[in-house]
């Protein structure tokens, strides 16, 4: 469960911190408007392929109505993912004819920036579950105590609250339910083309974290990404999935002269489409050539891969 918390930067001129606020805005209406889409399409027999490329489509259309894409310093993006049953996040299908069954438990995971202003969600659904069938046992407890998790971690997230806060009240409530945050999962503040920003909140953190994790005060007109993962796992602890990652990221910070003409052509085009935010492999024209040319650009960590958990 994902979701973007934004106010107004008045560090900048009024009309700067005006227009910035309604890119993230006209983003989050956008992507909440295809989730509730996407939400529809999931059900049984759905291809789980099919949902991310209409995901991708839907956001593409929505953000072309609001931005014509060649209006000089306007940069408009899209990304959708869906995980399901046992992965925990970061997992987007390229080439797959899985399609959903009853009683999948199916996370969907969207995001789209305009001109880097970026503004993601998530929704967590059971296929094929409706109010005269819910869910039950132990998948509904853990659904119900990520949205209130989710709903009470926003609440926090005020000038002058620490981050420490926030991962204190969400343990309390998915304790409620008898599960956990997933160890060490992030929420991250958000700036232009940065979604991982410096301050960050951690979810359920494991001693060494406590001791390691530096401590940030909410300050007014910041945003902040706020994902809640949970689980009924006894120690709550993401396992990696023995899949090809899927989900890359540039890091600007790093710089390195790539030495084969393919992966120079990839990064170039990684450039081009996503800057410094998340991409998925799909994304990219040919998918085998950028596997390889992706290789090149993460072994000197100009791109780095998300794991699948």
Known sequence: ????????????????????????????????????KLVELSVDGANILELCVKGDQLIEEGTGA???????????????????SSIIDLSDPVA????????????????????????VAAETLVVGATPDAPVTGRQADAIKAAWHAAEIAMRLVKAGNKNWAVTDAVNKVTAAWDCKAVEGMLSCQHEQNVIDGKKRIILNPGEQQKKDFETATFAENEVYGIDILVTTGEDGKARMEDTKATVYQRDSTITYQLKMKNSRAVFSEVQKKAGSLPFNIRALEDEKKARLGLQEACQHALVKPYDVM
Do not use: C, Q, W
């Not at 609001?66 to 399901?84: A, D, P, Q, R």
């Open 66 to 84: 609001v931005y014509n894409k060649t209006v000089k310093g306007i940069k408009v993006t899209k990304g959708s993912l869906t995980h399901y």
């Open 1 to 36: 469960m994902s979701s973007t918390y934004a106010k107004p930067v008045d560090e900048k001129p009024r009309s700067t911190a005006e227009a910035d606020l309604t890119k993230y805005k006209s983003a989050a209406d956008i992507v909440h408007n295809v989730m509730k």
């Open 96 to 119: 797959s004819s899985r399609t959903l069954v009853k009683g999948d438990v199916v996370k969907l995971h969207l995001g789209a920036h305009i001109d880097g202003f970026a503004s």
